[in-house]
């Protein structure tokens, strides 16, 4: 039986990424900044991994709405970090901690 509470952190995990990317996605077209562009990417791929580790997909279709690239990558980082959330795949949890690290760096 799934974890409520572990589907629950994917879930803000995964809705964490898609707003991380497209807040990346928004600053890039003002921006010559490749890094926005990767992040936008890779985001949303992500967020695709993360809902795969759901046993029925996603629970719910409310994503939350774009904060700015800055707290939108804060955001990302608490979702990651939130207990319920783990354990996560090794090269998931990688790629992650990478996004975040670069997502950071772009806004700063």
């Known amino acids: 039986m799934p974890n409520p509470e572990r589907t629950a952190a994917l879930n803000d995990l995964a809705a964490a990424l898609l707003a991380l990317g497209d807040d990346a996605s928004k600053a890039a077209q003002s921006s ?5 562009h990767v992040v936008a990417c890779q985001a949303e791929h992500l967020a695709a991994d993360v ?6 997909g996603p629970t719910d ?4 709405e774009g904060r700015g ?3 939108s990558a804060n955001a990302a980082r608490e979702a990651f970090h939130e207990p ?6 090794q090269s998931l949890a ?4 990478w996004l975040l690290d ?3 760096a772009a806004a700063a």
């Open 84 to 89: 319920a959330a783990r354990p996560l795949p």
């Open 69 to 71: 690239l800055a707290s």
């Open 32 to 36: 010559r900044d490749v890094r926005l």
């Open 51 to 56: 809902l795969d580790l759901l046993p029925h």
């Open 61 to 64: 279709d409310v994503l939350p």
């Open 94 to 97: 990688a790629s992650l901690g």
């Open 102 to 104: 670069l997502a950071e």
